[in-house]
């Protein structure tokens, strides 16, 4: 008898408001997409053996791994750090790797390919669980610091909701998303966070909570303290950037799309001066979609350094790039 064919697939996610907050446990307004990472293949008895539709080389080592960070191609170090972060949990698996979401656009390809290859592997713990095993995948196999958000969305993405994430409490409030809104990502340039200032602004931040205690309970008079102007710029960035995402998911909960889409010109203004994560391009494809007829709001959404603007349109909006609709979490599919 043949063996039984197994698949498993992620969505990747878009964030509507809220970056750079996560990693000081603040608040994000992100929600699972309609573009996906696909694992399907067959249980072996203790190796992993990968190809991907986008890479030339095939992954493959025996489980248990541990020194994921040293795994070629390098690719296969989420493959390898989340196998590792498994321990005696994960299982074999061999198969074929698909995707849609483009990679390295700041969609998160690569906490869709963590998550799709923790079910593949055999992870049966609960959302919160798988996310912050593939985060701690994440900085193992890669050495990117991340916060918590991309890999919580993709495990938890609720269809037609964004998602209120409270990165501290890791509780998560869907937030309906109106029925005639668009939100369309358009794709400005490729980056890598392993190569970009990720790194240096988590360090930033850290610098400033050492002086104001933790950003995500702190309120702007109290940066006063902070002398350092550039520390000062990360903090005001992150401290206003969380009430920005109270105030927006309030916005979208009424049904009010005209503040909330300020809301966004606000939150890329605060990460173009203060947290400076934003591109010349990315600030010249704001201001284009924003001097678009039905555009309510646009702004740099993830990382930064490149990657994607996120717009915030009503029905009648005419806009280059892909209209993303919010799906459902990673799952085991037939
Ligand atoms: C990347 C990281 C996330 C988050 C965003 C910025 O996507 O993986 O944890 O920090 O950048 O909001």
Do not use: K, N, Q, W
């Given at each position: 008898m043949s063996e039984a064919l197994l698949s498993y697939r992620s969505p990747g996610r878009v964030n509507l408001i809220g970056d750079h907050t996560d990693y000081t446990g603040g608040l994000v307004l992100p929600m699972a997409i309609d573009r996906y990472t696909t694992i399907s293949g067959t249980r072996t008895p203790s190796k992993i053996r990968l190809h991907s539709q986008n890479e030339p080389e095939i992954v493959e080592f025996n489980l248990p791994i541990s020194a994921p960070e040293k795994v070629t191609p390098s690719w296969g170090r989420y493959v390898a750090g989340v196998a590792a972060e498994m321990q005696n949990r994960a299982q074999g698996f061999e198969g074929e790797i698909s995707c849609t979401i483009p990679i390295g656009a700041g969609l998160s390809s690569s906490a869709a390919l963590e998550v799709a290859t923790a079910l593949a592997l055999g992870d049966t713990s609960t959302p919160v669980e798988r996310a912050r095993l593939c985060q701690r995948a994440e900085v193992r196999g890669v050495g990117v610091p991340c916060g918590i958000m991309d890999q919580l969305t993709v495990a938890?993405?609720?269809?037609?909701h964004a998602l209120l994430i409270d990165c501290h409490e890791m509780t998560i409030s869907p937030v309906q998303l109106p029925n005639d809104v668009k939100v369309i990502v358009q794709f400005i340039a490729e980056r890598k966070l392993t190569s970009s200032g990720y790194a240096e602004r988590v360090a930033q931040c850290n610098a400033a909570e050492e002086i104001v205690g933790p950003l995500r309970v702190t309120n702007l008079s109290s940066l006063a303290n902070i002398t350092d102007k550039t520390i000062f710029r990360r903090a005001r960035h992150v401290v206003s950037e969380n009430q920005r995402v109270r105030d927006f998911a309030a916005m979208l909960r009424a049904g009010d799309l005209k503040s909330a889409g300020k809301l966004m010109i606000e939150s890329h203004n605060?990460?173009?001066?203060?947290?400076?994560?934003?591109?010349p391009q990315m600030n010249a494809a704001v201001a284009a979609a924003l001097s678009q007829p039905g555009v309510f709001g646009a702004r740099m959404?993830?990382?930064?350094?490149?990657?994607?603007?996120?717009?915030?349109?009503?029905?009648?909006a005419n806009l280059d790039g892909w209209q993303v609709r919010a799906v459902n979490a990673a799952s085991q599919i037939d």
């Open positions: 938890s993405g609720i269809r037609d605060s990460l173009d001066h203060d947290f400076e994560t934003s591109t959404t993830g990382g930064g350094f490149g990657g994607c603007i996120v717009i915030l349109a009503d029905a009648t």
